[in-house]
């Protein structure tokens, strides 16, 4: 069992951050990219060898340590990043799905919860109902990371996040553009670009990516538009709302059942699954529901997006959502946030698990990671 000297931290959403908490989590994102890619890339040469003995060593705060991944429902992203980010920090990743242990079938999300707990350094939790990961984290002797429930998704909006803040030069040509390989050791990409405020449409289910960007976006500067049908199923739910109300995210959050209207003056649009793990035996009424919202050109054109519009979506995605033109061209940045996956869990990996420092602020959320 962990050696606790002070109260154990968890994170559920973005919303229990504050924004100079979730900047921090990204620089040090990005410290820990630019760190371990170099070690990442082919050695083709001795000279190449010698070239990595000069580079510095991710931090390793899950030496010899264990991180629990337990997912009750599918992945690939979120486990594909855990397990090598785990690898990358000096520990492990232990997949644990539900046909896997006895959790809610012979034994208690308590119980399961002290029994992991004191066994694993770690608990990275993918859920149904966000009531399974409250109870985890209430019992838990462990740090409780939210990898996705029913309310929220964390772990993904801090992708889309250091994603927007490494192609800031896509909406400020000012900016500098994202470090090339031969430039991840370069002292002029050492910090990230902030981005600057940007219209934010996002389009479809209000489901818990939406949900953490609710109680982000605003807090960072940016104008949220949204477009849901007309139905209380497709728009936040109370718990999620008073977060946004409490946090004042809903000065910067404009809703509408219109597309056309959301994108009006966007220069991101967003947008997700349709049809979230549970709710399959509804596809036919929701597709029918979502109709005229599938992300196009032509949308985006007649609804006065920003002439220079970026798309993204968490994946998977399915073309009933956006069709092809946008996603596999020029404007996504959909498999970028896919790569980011890994060197945001990383840096939660790093902060929640191997060090206990989530929740402080130190000398790297000023100048930036040096370790």
């Known amino acids: 069992m962990a050696l606790a000297t002070k109260a154990v931290p968890h994170l559920m959403t973005l919303a229990d951050l504050s924004p100079g908490q979730i900047q921090r989590i990204l620089a040090h994102s990005y410290h820990l990219k630019r760190t371990a890619q170099p070690w990442l890339a082919p050695v083709q040469s001795k000279s190449g060898n010698q070239a990595k003995l ?3 060593m991710p931090s390793q705060s899950l030496f010899s340590k264990t991180v629990a991944l337990l997912f009750s429902k599918r992945s690939t992203r979120t486990r594909v990043s855990a397990e090598t980010a785990a690898s990358l ?3 492990q990743a232990l997949f644990l799905g539900k046909e896997d242990i006895q959790i809610g079938v012979n034994e ?9 707990g004191g066994l694993c350094e770690g608990i990275f939790a993918r ?9 985890l984290a209430r019992y838990s002797p462990v740090p409780v990371l939210n990898a996705l429930s029913s309310l929220w998704h964390p772990t993904q909006v801090l992708a889309d996040l250091l994603t927007l803040q490494e192609h800031a030069h896509l909406f400020d040509p000012a900016a500098p553009p994202p470090p090339n390989a031969d430039d991840l050791t370069s002292q002029r990409y050492r910090r990230l670009v902030d981005v600057r405020p940007l219209t934010v449409a996002y389009l479809g289910d209000s489901a818990n990516v939406l949900h953490d960007m609710l109680v982000t976006y605003p807090r960072l500067g940016h104008q949220l538009r949204v477009a849901s049908p007309e139905n209380a199923k497709y728009r936040a739910p109370k718990e999620v709302w008073d977060r946004v109300v409490q946090l004042g995210c809903d000065k910067n959050i404009h809703w509408t059942a219109d597309p ?12 997700d699954t349709w049809i979230s793990m549970g709710q399959e035996a509804e596809k036919a009424q929701r597709l029918k529901d979502f109709e005229g919202y599938q992300v196009t050109e032509k949308l985006c054109r007649e609804g006065g997006a920003n002439p220079d519009w970026k798309f993204m979506h968490c994946l998977p995605r399915k ?10 061209g020029p404007r996504s940045l959909a498999f970028p946030v896919s790569d980011n996956r890994k060197w945001t ?9 191997g060090k206990w420092s989530l929740l402080e602020r130190t000398k790297e959320a000023a100048e930036g990671p040096s370790a």
């Open 108 to 116: 208690t999300v308590r119980d399961s919860a002290r029994v992991i």
């Open 345 to 353: 869990i990383m840096a939660m990996f790093d902060l929640l698990f």
């Open 319 to 328: 073309q009933d959502e956006v069709d092809d033109e946008v996603f596999y």
């Open 127 to 135: 859920v149904g109902d966000h009531s399974e990961i409250e109870e």
């Open 260 to 271: 056309r209207d959301a994108v009006k003056g966007a220069d991101l649009v967003v947008t």
């Open 89 to 91: 920090l000096g520990g």
């Open 54 to 56: 000069k580079l510095r």
